[in-house]
């Protein structure tokens, strides 16, 4: 799905059955990791000028969520795909590395991307992760921290294996994000590089 399609797939959660148990609820899990998973595409759209588009794994236990992207460079539509395991930093736990090195302490492919989301309240310092992650062996391809500055502000930092800030404006992203299709399906190999119109499809809320 779009971005725009899994960010106000969480608001719609939010608005239905409160904000609380859509934040904690285990049932809400997979759209809490399509929201996360959608800010960073809104994140890495706004860096690379590329589209970008979640997918939600509801067979394999990791990754939690893909992130897929058509190269049409070549000629030829090739999806390039980052797989993507998703980390709550919340109120309960007092520092995010305690978060970064459980995560790290587990065997993952060397191709996945750990993202953190940011969301206790407390004081984050990116410099200090980044200096502290120098000191672990992570199996991470790349490590990201997502944080929500104020209601229309979000930073989204890479601190492994180097620092890489992105700020951006929600909303003007997501409006950028809504004009996007709303779906990617995969059909059959081709050669082509247009986009066929497939109808529409329905995602009702859980």
């Given at each position: 799905?779009?971005?725009?399609?899994?960010?106000?797939?969480?608001?719609?959660?939010?608005?239905?059955?409160?904000?609380?148990?859509?934040?904690?609820?285990?049932?809400?899990?997979?759209?809490?990791?399509?929201?996360?998973?959608?800010?960073?595409?809104?994140?890495l759209?706004?860096?690379?000028?590329?589209?970008?588009?979640?997918?939600?794994?509801?067979?394999?236990?990791?990754?939690?969520?893909?992130?897929?992207?058509?190269?049409?460079?070549?000629?030829?539509?090739?999806?390039?795909?980052?797989?993507?395991?998703?980390?709550?930093?919340?109120?309960?736990?007092?520092?995010?590395?305690?978060?970064?090195?459980?995560?790290?302490?587990?065997?993952?492919?060397?191709d996945?991307?750990?993202?953190?989301?940011?969301?206790?309240?407390?004081?984050?310092?990116?410099d200090?992760?980044?200096?502290?992650?120098?000191?672990?062996?992570?199996?991470?391809?790349?490590?990201?921290?997502?944080?929500?500055?104020?209601?229309?502000?979000?930073?989204?930092?890479?601190?492994?294996?180097?620092?890489?800030?992105?700020?951006?404006?929600?909303?003007?992203?997501?409006?950028?994000?809504?004009?996007?299709?709303?779906?990617?399906r995969?059909?059959?190999?081709?050669?082509?590089?247009?986009?066929?119109?497939?109808?529409?499809?329905?995602?009702?809320?859980?």
């Open positions: 799905m779009s971005p725009w399609i899994a960010i106000t797939r969480m608001k719609t959660t939010n608005e239905t059955y409160g904000t609380e148990m859509a934040r904690t609820h285990r049932r809400f899990k997979k759209e809490r990791e399509a929201w996360t998973t959608g800010m960073f595409a809104l994140a759209s706004k860096l690379t000028e590329k589209e970008f588009w979640v997918e939600i794994e509801t067979v394999d236990s990791t990754p939690d969520t893909k992130l897929r992207h058509i190269d049409q460079s070549a000629g030829y539509n090739a999806i390039e795909t980052h797989n993507i395991e998703i980390v709550d930093w919340d109120e309960h736990v007092s520092s995010i590395m305690e978060v970064i090195k459980k995560k790290c302490a587990r065997s993952y492919p060397s996945y991307f750990l993202l953190v989301h940011a969301r206790s309240g407390k004081r984050l310092d990116f200090h992760v980044i200096e502290e992650l120098k000191k672990i062996v992570s199996p991470f391809f790349e490590v990201w921290i997502l944080a929500r500055i104020s209601e229309d502000e979000m930073k989204v930092v890479r601190v492994a294996p180097a620092a890489l800030p992105i700020d951006f404006k929600i909303q003007s992203e997501l409006e950028k994000a809504r004009k996007q299709r709303s779906f990617l995969r059909g059959t190999r081709g050669t082509e590089i247009e986009f066929r119109d497939l109808g529409p499809a329905y995602l009702p809320l859980p």
